[in-house]
């Protein structure tokens, strides 16, 4: 219960990010460089509630802004490193054989590399040019759109006019998104995403994905011996049709209570860029580089650095306990 | 990190065997929830926390010195003692909640409660009974520490200005030196890797009942 209200009010913030947050996060106020806590503005106006920082900024406002950076880039970026995990996984535990020795090979070269050195490898300009993480982004980008489409194909493959609808959607909308976050070329200019947040969006997605594969294929290998996938067979399903609409919905209690977890893991992880400045631009108020900004005057003005750092304890601890308790809930039945 | 090592595992096992001896006690919650909260809370997190408190010229105890610089040449407590808890303390969480539940499923076990039947004393179950079948899954996890340990040292020795291998590592990717990048990376992948045979091997000798076919 204590984590679900941690979480909410993390949640809550961020989408009234905009009516919280007193001042504009990047806006300068004269006077006000690292004042403490709640220092009036000296043209009276209002209040400093968390202090200025070494710029004059508002603290406050800058972790509510924060907020909504965290909670938007985190539960995306675990959402495509399970697609990734599941599509990959389901068939590696299913059909087993050469597949899954190959696929569980990659997982474990991924696994073998320590997170920081991957990100510093993806991050580092010189790698940038050579367009690693473009093709990377290209890659981990296309697995929603299959598990979508085979998704749908399977359910809906004896009613073929509705499965073109669906399959049709899907394609068009993923295709047109994928466009856009993947190459930057959105035909319509709507969606895109800064060429910098997305490397370390990859860089997250593609260090958590091996992880996923490994839990997603560890319980398919379990679930596969049930009588009702026997039974499936037995009607004359396909692979995919047991894979993903017999195995997967009865693997969604540990994977739900994984998802909460790596929401967590995964803000910690985003925040790893941000404290070493790498990736997120200097400006942004996200919670790990205003961490990195406030640390070189810590031992004289602490509360910069502490404010947000104290915020992203307290969510993901939220999440944690949130998770756990979502395991004891799933446990009972 | 041998530093770390020798903090994070004996404590780590410690609040793990004491929260996994009573499962449900008062004891098990408290110490639950604390390193529930200490793997909650990253390096680079925990570190500005602890030298606001510790170090911290304006607010804070002065207890301790902010920067591992000096550590270099001399490591004394008041140097060292920061960074070493900062990263231990991440890791200590992760490995109690392990010996925790391998704990607490030992204390379920027939061979425990024959003891308490013949009236074994409670001390003595957990010393002797329990401990040494509770401690074969930790290790596991403790070796797997390896991959985050070289994580947090990244981060720490940034954050404290120790010259070490992940200061060298944050520099040559701010120098955009590639070689010297690729050099780290295989470095620590060997390291990894070793450790990962390491814990194959001593798992077998810990657990018998595990052959090697």
Not at chain 1, 91 to 100: I, N, Q, S, V, Y
Not at chain 1, 152 to 177: D, M
Not at chain 1, 278 to 291: A, F, K
Not at chain 2, 64 to 93: K, R
Request: hydrophobic fraction near 55%; charge should be positive; glycine fraction near 8%.
């Amino acid at each position: 219960m204590v984590g679900f209200a941690l979480v909410l009010f993390w949640f809550f913030t961020a989408i009234f990010a905009d009516t919280i947050a007193m001042y504009d996060p990047l806006a300068i106020a004269s006077g006000m460089k690292n004042k403490v806590p709640g220092t009036p503005l000296p043209d009276g106006t209002g209040y400093y509630l968390l202090g200025g920082d070494g710029l004059s900024r508002d603290v406050f406002s800058r972790m509510v802004m924060g907020a909504r950076e965290v909670l938007i880039i985190a539960p995306a970026a675990t959402l495509f490193a399970f697609m990734v995990g599941i599509t990959l996984g389901l068939p590696a535990g299913f059909f087993g054989g050469r597949l899954d020795i190959a696929l569980s090979f990659l997982a474990n070269l991924v696994l073998a590399f320590p997170v920081i050195l991957l990100f510093y490898l993806l991050v580092t300009p010189e790698i940038v040019k050579t367009g690693i993480p473009k093709y990377l982004a290209a890659v981990l980008f296309l697995f929603p759109i299959i598990f979508l489409v085979i998704l749908f194909n399977s359910r809906f493959f004896v009613q073929p006019p509705k499965r073109n609808i669906y399959i049709g959607i899907t394609l068009i909308v993923g295709l047109w998104i994928y466009l856009g976050l993947a190459w930057n070329a959105d035909p319509l200019g709507i969606v895109s995403m800064q060429p910098n947040v997305l490397i370390v969006f990859v860089s997250v997605v593609f260090v958590n994905s091996p992880t996923v594969f490994r839990i997603v294929r560890g319980i398919v290998l379990d679930i596969k011996t049930r009588d009702y996938v026997a039974a499936a067979q037995t009607r004359g399903e396909g692979p995919w049709y047991i894979m993903l609409w017999e195995i997967l919905p009865n693997a969604r209690g540990p994977l739900i209570v994984d998802f909460c977890l790596r929401i967590g893991y995964t803000t910690i992880l985003l925040g790893t860029p941000g404290f070493f400045g790498l990736g997120v631009s200097p400006d942004s108020p996200d919670w790990g580089s205003t961490i990195n900004h406030g640390r070189k005057l810590l031992s004289i003005y602490p509360h910069p650095a502490l404010v947000p750092a104290i915020a992203l304890m307290s969510l993901v601890l939220g999440l944690n306990l949130l998770a756990d308790g979502l395991r004891e809930e799933s446990l009972r039945d | 990190m041998g530093c770390v090592m020798l903090l994070m595992v004996p404590a780590a096992l410690i609040i793990g065997v004491l929260a996994g001896m009573r499962e449900g006690s008062r004891l098990d919650r408290a110490l639950s929830t604390l390193s529930i909260a200490t793997t909650a809370t990253p390096e680079y997190v925990s570190g500005v926390i602890f030298i606001a408190i510790f170090a911290s010229s304006a607010v804070g105890l002065k207890w301790f010195a902010g920067t591992a610089t000096s550590a270099m040449d001399q490591i004394t407590f008041n140097n060292f003692t920061l960074p070493v808890v900062t990263i231990a303390l991440y890791g200590i969480g992760y490995i109690a909640r392990m010996t925790r539940a391998s704990m607490a499923e030992v204390m379920t076990a027939q061979y425990i409660r024959t003891a308490r039947l013949k009236g074994v004393r409670f001390r003595n179950i957990v010393m002797k009974h329990a401990l040494r079948n509770a401690l074969i899954a930790p290790f596991t996890v403790i070796m797997l520490q390896f991959p985050w340990l070289l994580n947090g040292v990244v981060i720490v020795e940034t954050l404290f200005n120790y010259k070490g291998f992940g200061w060298t590592l944050v520099e040559a990717a701010g120098n955009n030196d590639i070689e010297l990048l690729l050099a780290c990376s295989v470095v620590a992948v060997f390291v990894v890797l070793i450790t990962q045979l390491i814990s194959d091997i001593g798992y077998v000798f810990l657990n018998p009942r595990i052959r090697i076919s």
